[in-house]
């Protein structure tokens, strides 16, 4: 999908940004990185088996961070949506042959339609801090790549449940959908489930009777492919309201902090993830992580290949 952004919108996202290096932790060793987190797990955490979310992006994309693909654009929601719907049912009609996943379920088509490369409203996160940081550094193997720092986003998803389902907006919405007469022939066990379909493509009749939700939601994902189990998914669906998590990341008192690595330091840090064994190959369990391996994060068996000439 390709990303228009006018200068309006890139302003906003300077505005809403501009404030929050404040909280970014920068860390220049893998070392530095796993205290980093720890950190931040003492400090939000008080059960130990709680997980945190990690998140790896490119600081060179700033102007798309924490955005879903199908929202990296100027359009107008109700537009993106019908668009996505269409793709939705054209993604379903010609990848029932590949499936290895429960296809009476719209959820595990979704998760599928995102991790192929499919725009959806899913943003990827990952309860592994070291496969966030991979992410992060994904083929940054040359000089000017490395003129660019990574980024990974650390999230504590409790408490961005509880301030979603605490806010009056994410109540009325609810309260709405249960008051709906269709709804009180759900069964009372089926409800939620039922409510968090809203959250799935649709066309255009169907948001008109149950119009999709400001915010987003948390996924207790299935790990439906060998890919999203390698990468330890977790996901999160966006709403109507496309800036919601940016806002919060923005927010001091939220519970979203940047973990930032230098450029310099990247070559040293993408061995040492390496050597801990997260490599392409191993979060892409298929030839095609195989094959995209040697380009994929520094590796020594990387080929400098040139264009030829004339």
């Not at 650390?154 to 408490?159: A, Y």
Request: proline content about 5%.
């Amino acid at each position: 999908m390709c990303v228009n952004y006018s200068n309006g919108h890139i302003g906003r996202m300077n505005r809403m940004f501009g404030k929050s290096k404040r909280r970014d932790i920068k860390v220049t060793t893998l070392g530095e990185y796993i205290s980093a987190i720890s950190s931040i797990r003492d400090e939000w955490l008080d059960d130990p088996d709680d997980e945190l979310w990690f998140r790896g992006e490119d600081d060179r994309h700033r102007e798309t961070t924490l955005l879903p693909e199908l929202y990296r654009t100027d359009k107008p929601t109700d537009k993106v949506l019908e668009m996505e719907s269409r793709l939705f049912d054209e993604f379903k009609r010609c990848g029932v042959q590949y499936t290895e996943f429960n296809t009476e379920d719209e959820w595990n088509w979704y998760y599928a339609m995102q991790h192929h490369g499919g725009p959806t409203r899913l943003l990827d996160w990952s309860d592994g801090s070291l496969m966030a940081a991979h992410f992060s550094m994904r083929f940054k193997i040359g000089p000017r790549d490395l003129q660019h720092d990574s980024v990974v986003y650390v999230l504590d998803p409790h408490w961005l449940v509880e301030h979603i389902d605490g806010s009056p907006s994410a109540k009325k919405r609810r309260q709405f959908w249960d008051m709906k007469s269709k709804t009180e022939k759900i069964d009372q066990d089926d409800r939620d489930g039922e409510y968090d379909d809203i959250w799935l493509p649709g066309a255009k009749e169907d948001f008109k009777e149950d119009p999709l939700p400001e915010h987003p939601f948390l996924l207790d994902t299935e790990q439906i492919t060998r890919r999203v189990a390698s990468q330890r998914s977790r996901f999160m669906v966006f709403g109507a309201d496309r800036d919601f998590l940016r806002r919060l990341a923005a927010d001091e008192d939220s519970k979203i902090r940047r973990l930032v690595f230098p450029g310099k330091s990247m070559p040293n840090i993408q061995a040492d993830i390496r050597d801990c064994g997260v490599r392409e190959s191993v979060i892409f369990p298929d030839l095609d992580g195989v094959g995209r391996e040697p380009n994929s994060d520094g590796n020594s068996l990387r080929l400098d290949l040139k264009p030829l000439k004339n």
